[in-house]
């Protein structure tokens, strides 16, 4: 965006009296992007007077009528530069006794509104190609599109209290409550929340999912609030340390008290949090967002680019996380070609799931495993259902159960033991008992994921029951449906062969039950190191891999997302680390083992399809390595499928210079 | 050690009188090695009647007596048969009224002490040679040689109450104790104590030290109980979960209560655990075992191989972990050529450098946390002479801090706050909180390392200077030194890079103060794959790499070694893994990233030291893999050096092959 400023090397002086002055102007409006001439005039003036704000200016449209020799003048340049430099030009100008100089243009700051707009309006102008006009625009600026604002005046005027880490972007503006189930309860009597929490827990989803934002006083841009929020859209402020909890009713921020019911507006852009309610717009999508994104997918679908290992890859998709209908649909919306992930564990949170599923958890004998995942399965597969139905036909990529079984049963008090005993209609000690056996050290490298699998296979019998029942009715009611079972944690092709194994055996039965002929795509997460440097043999057993990038980020660098805040800001701020790696993809670390898994993989099976899922997929720079890498898709949150749509292509444009 | 049986075809009689009957005999006695010939024999009776044990066998050397020609046949066979075989044979016979049959003949299965000693006779007889005798011991039976033994016919008699997993060799018999302090007081009062813990930690070092065994109802063979153990020698069964603990005084076996005081027994070569006292017997070493090692030494030496990445190394050495100058003595008696890895975090749990390590951690100021390292510089300064100088000249190798700090300074308990605010003369709100602050969620994957260092520069610094003064001061008495410092923890080259900036400068300081000249290898652990895949980079500013094979398999897997236990098992049985990761070191995996490490690390330094300090250091089949990787050496707990020793000697045998 930076342009070269012309310079004029004699002194010319606006203030020798009213036949001069002195101005700022942009060939087209850097707001709204609208291609009208716009700036700022001051009569008997030097160009520090219109900076520094002590005179009021006028209106370039003044200049017009004052002095229209001058401003037609001003117009033909306007023309000139726009032609020569191909962009919008941030212009400032001297007229001296009637005289006009011009001191210096370059290419104009825009919002991305804006720059969306010069950019669709100058490819129909023939002043740029589509492919110039996608790099015009950065990725991140589309966020400002999709999301609500502050309003800036009211910012002005409002009182900032404290600020933290900018974790999903947007601004929220609510009366604050400190748990999940005081959000909901709140939200059904039509009052906008705003949810205070320590931190957050995957319990805390539904009052989540109503709150118009979400600020904690720990954890990181990755931790759950931050995650959670932005695959919901939601704001986050997140590891607000000035927030204290006094008591149930009361936090402390600087040694001021606010209760429960008081207002306070977050903005998840910049982290800061504002006193009362601050003036929200609502999001603006321009009319032309879709013009120039469908450039962005005829560019990405008309890609052909070789990977490092010398394979031949065609096309680079944008698929969404989502694991909701109301995901799906927000999916749909912003462009994205399926779902790249759908998590299958918030599903096990509702009523009556979540106290079958523990049930589940405590028991000692495969049947009564069985008996209470029977109690699941209708609900899975009306959650599975609605998903692909929503997405008609696009591919819907279903993880099977990830997290350890503890973050669905946890008793760390005595009242909550008694009741969640009471609950199960168990003995208290033993339910106990049973929190302690299942507490890990490292639960990131604990028993998850298709660890779980392996000791208790009829787990994800259930979830391979629930999504074969639900294709099964969609196909008789002659719905279309692309869905693909995604196996997490895997380390060796051994899980995937015997899981793999144990599914087609459920799907052959549901297949003969319900007289349909059924077939699934069977994939592997790509989440271990190990499970890249054996990608050959993985493959080998394995439909497709999905990249899942936050956790091989973890165990590559041995960074613990809850853990590493302790010490990344020393690591970034020595530049021992040049980015954050849960941020932009490492291309030392997580980079190297996706494209040894690329080569490894694609050795075996030239076709392999590769995709990633991780938080990465949002994320620009990473989005371009994934290009590199050969991947076919990044699947990313709802609310970045446009960023990344944007971003893909940019990738591409920039391989191919 | 398998042989070929030779069986005859036709039937023949042991029972048909007085001059027939039937044996079973070795060409060496099975038990001690030596070259005499043994067996028993029975009377008119089948084989069968032999091995029931209904009637009692006569020895072999009534035979001579009763039937001299038959001895003399027997007598003549055996000859002929050791040098067909060139081994010592396990043979039965028959003698069918006064005519000998040879039934079948095999390689006889001995002891480790007898594998050795026949070994080294056959060289002598001209029988085998030296590489043939250095395949004929498993690594393994060489254990049996080093450690205290259970007596054979006392296990007999007594009672066996529980069984847990067998984490560290040898017999442990004492009066029980539950706490390391109890353990500590009782074995000064010079009771024999056997220490049983739900689970230990560092803060038990001192009261394990001392103990004849340690017993714990929890946890892995790679437990802390159990690495330190085995790192002790000291006999150690682990995850015994028949043990239940009653009350402060009182555990419970299966419902039997054992008091504090009580006499139990532990068989950790077994897992077994009995009541009462069983008797031990003594450590016996052969005297050939020397000459045995000897030749393993000559082999290893004289190694030369090829790796995948193209590059000629010769030798493979074995170097001995070792923290203490008592282990130090062991490494350098069981033939270590020094210490490849020496732990620093032990020598800060004796006072008074707890407490001053402590309040370093509490400090909210770089002057303040100076201000206590600096109390604590002399102690690991005299730790460090007196380690350095029992190794005379040998390489030691210092490991700068490890774990994290909150492993230092704990707070479980309401009293224990208390306490620990008084000792550090702080507010106990302010200790709780900074506490909390410094918890992990993944403390594997969390603050510590090198990671303490880019954030507390003055924490290495001190121990840096610790080392070069503790050099500096050997020096001048004229006594040998090889002192090289080892970083934890490395992720990235600019780790290495800045804290080796910061070590030389210490260095420079000390040698420009002491008037030495002292150089210090420096080098980084490559305990994470990020390390291993940029290895080039790193190496570019490393003087070798030591492989940390515990971490690294847990980041390359994903396996947490404190939860692993739960899944592990349903692996193994169901093959998931061919091999407990954890034991042996797994090919695909952290093995596969040894490989990168090696072919990046010396594409910038083709002269690259090499080698590995995990546990996989000590284990037969990982030694192997080390080898053939291209490592310079092994280091592992000082009881299994000879282990080591042999296991090196024979890949290297195998790799000629």
């Known amino acids: 965006m930076k342009g070269t400023a012309v310079t004029v090397m004699a002194m010319v002086f606006g203030n020798k009296g009213e036949t001069s002055g002195t101005g700022v102007c942009f060939s087209r409006d850097p707001s709204t992007g609208e291609n009208v001439f716009m700036g700022e005039y001051l009569m008997n003036a030097q160009g520090e007077d219109v900076v520094a704000g002590i005179r009021t200016p006028q209106k370039l449209s003044q200049l017009e009528q004052t002095n229209k020799a001058i401003y037609d003048e001003l117009c033909q340049i306007r023309e000139r530069l726009e032609k020569h430099y191909h962009d919008m030009q941030d212009m400032e100008f001297t007229v001296e006794e009637g005289k006009l100089f011009m001191l210096q243009c370059r290419n104009g700051k825009r919002t991305g509104a804006a720059a969306v707009k ?8 023939g002043l740029i190609t589509k492919e110039q006009a996608l790099l015009r625009v950065e990725p991140e600026q589309l966020n400002q599109l999709l999301l609500p604002q502050l309003d800036k005046d009211a910012v002005k005027k409002a009182t900032e209290i404290a600020s933290g880490l900018n974790a999903s972007p947007g601004a929220g503006c ?80 600087k040694g001021k008290e606010y209760k429960k019911g008081d207002y306070l507006t977050i903005d998840g852009a910049t982290g800061r949090v504002f006193e009362g309610q601050v003036a929200v717009k609502p999001a603006t999508i321009s009319g032309d967002l879709e013009t120039f994104l469908g450039w962005a997918d005829e ?45 299958t564990e918030h599903m096990f949170f509702d009523e009556p799931k979540l106290t079958a599923f523990q049930k589940m958890i405590v028991s000692e004998t495969t049947e009564a495993r069985k008996e209470n995942l029977a109690k699941i399965l209708p609900y899975q597969q009306k959650d599975f259902y609605e998903i692909i139905k929503t997405m008609a036909g696009r591919p819907v990529t279903i993880r099977l159960l990830d997290p350890p079984l503890n973050e669905f049963i946890q008793a760390e008090t005595d009242a909550a033991a008694t009741a969640l005993a ?35 296979p009829e787990i994800y019998e259930m979830q391979v029951e629930a999504i074969a029942r639900a294709t099964a009715q969609l196909d008789k009611e002659g719905a279309k449906h692309d869905v693909r079972i995604m196996i997490p944690n895997v380390v060796t092709y051994k899980e995937v062969e015997q899981i793999r194994g144990q599914a087609e055996a459920v799907i052959a039965n549901v297949n003969k039950e319900c007289g349909t002929n059924l077939k699934f795509q069977i994939g592997s997460m790509v989440e271990f ?86 938080e990465h997929g949002g994320d620009p720079a990473s989005i371009e390595l994934c290009y590199k890498y050969g991947l076919n898709y990044v699947s990313c949150s709802p609310f970045r499928v446009p960023l990344a749509r944007l971003a893909g292509a940019q990738a591409v444009i920039k391989a191919n210079k």
């Open 118 to 125: 010069m950019a669709v309006d100058m490819v129909g102008e």
């Open 174 to 253: 609510g009366q604050i409550v400190f748990t999940a189930d005081e959000a909901e309860a709140w939200a059904k009597e039509g009052k906008k929340v705003l949810l205070v929490r320590k931190e957050t827990s995957p319990d805390d989803i539904a009052g989540m999912a109503v709150a118009q934002g979400i600020l904690t006083s720990t954890g990181g841009r990755t931790s759950h609030a931050a995650v959670v929020a932005r695959g919901m859209g939601t704001p986050c402020v997140c590891g607000c340390a000035d927030v204290t909890f006094k008591d149930a009713n009361t936090i402390v921020v």
């Open 299 to 343: 560019v990405r679908n008309a890609s052909v680019r070789t990977t490092a290992s010398g394979k031949t890859v065609k096309g680079f998709n944008v698929l969404a996380n989502g694991d909701t209908p109301k995901n799906a649909e927000d999916a749909f919306r912003f462009g994205a070609m399926g779902i790249g992930l759908c998590r």
């Open 422 to 456: 009471s609950k199960l209609g168990m003995d208290k000690a033993a339910l106990v008992a049973k929190v302690a056996a299942l507490d890990e050290h490292n639960p990131m490298l604990g028993h998850r994921g298709c660890r779980l699998a392996i000791t208790y």
């Open 529 to 614: 190191p190990r499970t890249a440097l054996s990608a050959d043999k993985v493959a080998s057993v394995a439909d497709f891999f999905s990249f899942g990038s936050n956790d091989l980020t973890q165990t590559t660098l041995g960074f613990s997302r809850d853990d590493y805040g302790k010490f990344i800001n020393s690591y970034l701020d020595q530049r021992v680390l040049e980015d954050d790696p849960f941020a932009t993809l490492d291309p030392d670390g997580p980079g190297a083992l996706m494209e040894i898994a690329e080569a490894k993989g694609r050795s075996v099976k030239a076709d392999l399809h590769l995709g990633i899922c991780g």
